[in-house]
């Protein structure tokens, strides 16, 4: 009786020291993705956290009338990481078939985990743990067309400098829509200084977009003005707001950029191969940049070709990564060598060497070609040489008398 106590005993400890216990919440709890039209589309973001200390890995099922509506931006393979105490966010879409009859739909999307560790190494008893998230739409063949401003911003600007308008907007509705944007520019007086227009690509529906246009600030002098954004969608007038901004004299704003380290991916390379240089750049200054690397390949103290990056806006304290590419069509060392071309400034200039193997310097051909002639010239004697024995027969002299090979014919005391 006591050896099986023990046994169990034994048992239940070794059970404890194998098995993971997984921690793991997901919220919400439900989603109703509302009214949707048939082939339209809907997203709602999920936030899948864990408290515990290990690292786990996440696998996403569905399962319902819409589990094959259902997908998860991004995760195509349905499985994804969550590290030890932290928080991960998916987008749940759903998109209906074109022919699917009106009405109401419901399903799950199980979300299951498991320590990393355990299901790498398959060592001890992997204990997972999982959450259901209960989901819900209602099929209709009506639209619903709906848009939400949640913010309009016009950032302070310079003179001379664009006047910056950001607006964050929702689509509220069940169908896509392409809004349309109407600024008027004033000054205190509400005289219309300067007007844009601007068409949007379509918003799917429960999309949010941060959009960005900018308007020519050309004359305009220091001091308060007024925007007056209006937001159009399908030709209805859906938002009207007016927001004020200051327009700072010149130079109250430093501009300051620095290029930071310059690589290469790869390092080294072949004549015809493709290289990337990334050229890291900070704004320093007190205002949004747009920046882009413009740079030379030189070979020999000669240029051997350009290269130039994409133009990026860059906030300010931020840092970006210029990306440029050049092919090397000879063998050498390269030098890539060049600058960051930001709002008329440029910063100074850095380089890197680019090494294509394939070839050498002119020092190492000279060597080949010394090489080459001493081989030749011994070649030449060996044939001049042997050549000389084949016209005599074969034979050697010895005081101006040829003896044969073969030992015959020689004069008496010479055998």
Not at 268 to 285: D, H
């Amino acid at each position: 009786m006591r050896s099986r106590l023990l046994t169990l005993v034994v048992a239940l400890f070794m059970f404890s020291s194998t098995a993971s216990a997984v921690a793991i919440g997901a919220g919400p709890s439900t989603i109703d993705f509302g009214k949707m039209v048939k082939g339209g589309y809907a997203e709602k973001e999920i936030t899948v956290s864990t408290s515990g200390e290990e690292d786990l890995t996440c696998t996403i099922e569905f399962t319902g009338d819409m589990a094959e509506w259902m997908s998860i931006e991004g995760e195509d393979d349905m499985k994804f990481d969550l590290p030890s105490d932290s928080r991960y966010k998916l987008n749940a879409i759903v998109r209906p078939p074109p022919n699917v009859p009106n009405g109401r739909y419901g399903g799950a999307i199980y979300i299951k985990a498991a320590p990393t560790s355990s299901m790498q190494d398959g060592t001890g008893l992997v204990v997972g743990a999982g959450v259901k998230i209960q989901v819900g739409v209602e099929i209709t063949g009506k639209e619903d067309i709906g848009l939400i401003v949640e913010s309009v911003r016009v950032e302070d600007t310079e003179v001379e400098y664009p006047i910056k308008v950001l607006v964050d907007i929702r689509n509220s509705g069940n169908v896509q829509l392409k809004p349309k944007f109407k600024v008027d520019i004033k000054d205190q007086a509400a005289k219309v200084l300067v007007s844009g227009e601007y068409d949007r690509s379509e918003i799917l529906p429960t999309r949010r977009e941060n959009i960005e246009f900018t308007l020519s600030s050309e004359d305009f002098d220091a001091g308060k003005y007024n925007a007056e954004v209006s937001i159009y969608a399908r030709d209805k007038l859906m938002h009207n707001q007016v927001v004020a901004f200051n327009m700072l004299p010149e130079g109250s704003w430093s501009i300051s950029g620095e290029l930071g380290e310059i690589t290469l991916l790869p390092e080294s390379s072949k004549p015809g191969e493709l290289v990337k240089v990334v050229s890291e750049f900070k704004n320093s200054g007190e205002t949004k940049v747009a920046a882009k690397f413009k740079g030379e390949a030189m070979l020999d103290n000669k240029i051997a070709g350009s290269l130039e990056s994409d133009e990026l806006t860059v906030a300010p304290g931020k840092s970006v990564q210029l990306e440029s590419y050049y092919t090397a069509q000879n063998p050498g060392n390269y030098v890539i060598r060049g600058y960051v071309l930001y709002e008329g400034e440029k910063t100074e200039t850095k380089g890197v060497v680019l090494v294509v193997e394939g070839g050498g310097s002119a020092q190492n051909y000279l060597i080949y070609v010394v090489a080459a002639v001493l081989l030749l010239v011994v070649v030449g004697v060996y044939k001049f040489v042997k050549g000389g024995d084949d016209e005599y027969g074969g034979g050697y002299y010895d005081g101006g008398y040829q003896y044969p090979n073969d030992g015959s014919g020689y004069p008496e005391g010479r055998q």
